[in-house]
């Protein structure tokens, strides 16, 4: 990332942002996040205000996108096209400044480069499909539960969840039940804060009649959980995956050809890698709208921050009938005040008297942590369109069940 060049260069470069107003960033954070496009990286540029020019070069595309660089309390957004150049400043705690470039040659090498997708094969060379199906169980807890092996191993049991990028190993099976290598290790940022978590690559993964190479494995604590690891969405990226909570399969599409009929469409996009659907609450004659995350893998019904409840003034619009704790990936046990939300609104469907917890505290770092758990989301049949990052729903004969 860090390109040195010839001071006459540097100097130039200096002359020429002092004769046209350029654009800062703040920061009290020497660690960046970019957003190249719809790809989100997380705390992925170092800035140093010591090199003359650091230039981060974006990823091959025609047209225009938007290239965003986010710090702890600014954004910067550029829309950019491809072979041109765009500087700006990112100022340190208000004294150190780091030239920058955004470079969209299309010659040069990306500064991320792109992320390997994978994808399953056959191990029968004959195998010809549209669609795959892979049976699950739908837990007492309401999660989904799917059958899989690591590296030839016995069958273990996977939690399927969509509010997860990464497969799980859990870290007491390592050695008893699975064998494979911790050779790397990486952040996991779960909705509870994040933690270093050692890592392993080169695993071989078989669900059904699936079958992946080139796995990496995240190897994560869990203490007493019904499950020996986690299958997040993106082994099924590029792929469209049906839900079908009546029958308890999931299906694989590989065209929207093969999709059933019925299922209405919902507002979605991806935030810091993960699917949200746009829903709104109503409590007496006042309604808020935002973004709720659709985690398959949350058992309870919907979870707000405490930052969402703030904005909104939620706090003392209902009345509180008890508390509860959660914790996700990272262990950290989180207090909640429970209530119970009058209406819920997803798309052109309405729930109502949905069991709500709002937290006490948000995390430290953790944005965007509102969560609509698989207690309200096993109601519907679900299409997760991972191709274009869409979501359609179709209620099923769970939608009026207890909660």
Request: charged share 25%; aromatic share 10%.
């Amino acid at each position: 990332m860090k390109v040195i060049l010839s001071l006459l260069f540097a100097l130039s470069l200096i002359s020429c942002l002092n004769k046209k107003e350029t654009q800062i960033l703040k920061t009290n954070s020497k660690t960046i996040s970019i957003k190249d496009g719809d790809g989100f990286h997380k705390d992925i540029w170092e800035i140093s205000p010591e090199t003359e020019l650091d230039e981060f070069i974006t990823r091959k595309f025609v047209g225009k996108k938007e290239v965003s660089f986010i710090s702890d309390i600014d954004t910067l957004i550029f829309n950019v096209s491809p072979n041109n150049s765009y500087d700006f400043i990112i100022e340190f705690n208000g004294k150190e400044k780091a030239f920058t470039r955004i470079n969209t040659d299309t010659l040069k090498q990306p500064s991320i480069p792109p992320k390997k997708i994978l994808d399953y094969y056959y191990k029968d060379i004959n195998r010809i499909a549209n669609k795959d199906t892979i049976p699950f169980m739908l837990g007492k807890d309401n999660r989904i539960y799917i059958a899989g092996k690591i590296n030839n191993s016995n069958p273990l049991n996977f939690l399927f969840d969509t509010g997860a990028d990464a497969i799980v190993i859990t870290s007491s099976v390592i050695g008893s039940k699975v064998n494979l290598e911790l050779d790397g290790e990486t952040e996991n940022i779960g909705s509870d804060g994040s933690k270093l978590i050692r890592t392993s690559s080169n695993n071989i993964l078989e669900i059904a009649h699936l079958n992946w190479d080139n796995i990496e494995l995240v190897s994560i604590d869990y203490k007493n959980r019904p499950f020996d690891g986690i299958i997040g969405w993106i082994p099924f990226e590029n792929k469209i995956v049906e839900i079908d909570y009546e029958k308890k399969n999931l299906i694989i599409h590989k065209s929207i050809n093969t999709i059933p009929k019925g299922y209405s469409k919902v507002e979605t996009k991806m935030i810091d890698n993960l699917p949200y659907i746009k829903g709104t609450i109503t409590i007496g004659e006042k309604s808020f709208s935002g973004w709720f995350e659709y985690d398959s893998g949350y058992n309870a019904s919907f979870s707000l921050s405490q930052k969402f409840a703030s904005e909104n003034e939620l706090n003392n619009l209902m009345q509180i009938t008890g508390t509860s704790y959660s914790s996700g990936s990272s262990g950290t046990k989180l207090k909640a005040n429970d209530y119970v939300l009058p209406k819920l609104t997803l798309g052109e469907f309405e729930i109502f008297n949905i069991p709500l917890s709002i937290d006490e505290k948000d995390p430290i770092n953790i944005g965007n942590n509102d969560i609509l758990g698989n207690n309200v989301l096993k109601r519907f049949n679900t299409i997760l369109d991972f191709k274009n990052f869409e979501i359609y729903l179709k209620p099923n004969d769970l939608l009026n069940s207890k909660y």
